[in-house]
């Protein structure tokens, strides 16, 4: 059975930072891309950053020089550092796999950057 459990969110005083996880099981995670993607309220869920299977990262221009999107295959986990947050980066957080023909969402985490 294929399972993205995301964590690490909560709530984030703005210039702080939070590390999210996202762990996968079910699946060959090694050869999937995984990407961090987001969802405020009253808006479209964007991408915000990717992995490829070999180390490849690219991310949304909003996020640049802030997040770091990383990947540990030995223990199927992608990982999103988050840091200089500010409250247009309050959303839900969900971590998805892609692979050719196939992908994979997990149930999202919530971010909230308040003071």
């Known amino acids: 059975q294929v399972q993205l459990v995301e964590s690490g969110g909560g709530l984030v005083q703005p210039g702080g930072s939070l590390r999210l996880s996202c762990v996968a099981s079910g699946f060959t995670f090694s050869i999937y891309a995984m990407s961090w993607y987001r969802q405020a309220p009253g808006r479209q869920r964007e991408l915000v950053a990717s992995i490829t299977s070999g180390g490849g990262t690219d991310y949304a221009d909003s996020v640049k020089g802030r997040f770091t999107i990383s990947r540990d295959n030995a223990e199927n986990t992608v990982y999103l550092q988050m840091n200089s947050l500010n409250a247009e980066d309050t959303a839900v957080y969900y971590c998805?796999?892609?692979?050719?023909?196939?992908?994979?969402w997990g149930q999202g985490t919530q971010v909230i950057v308040s003071s």
């Open positions: 998805k796999a892609r692979f050719i023909g196939s992908g994979y």
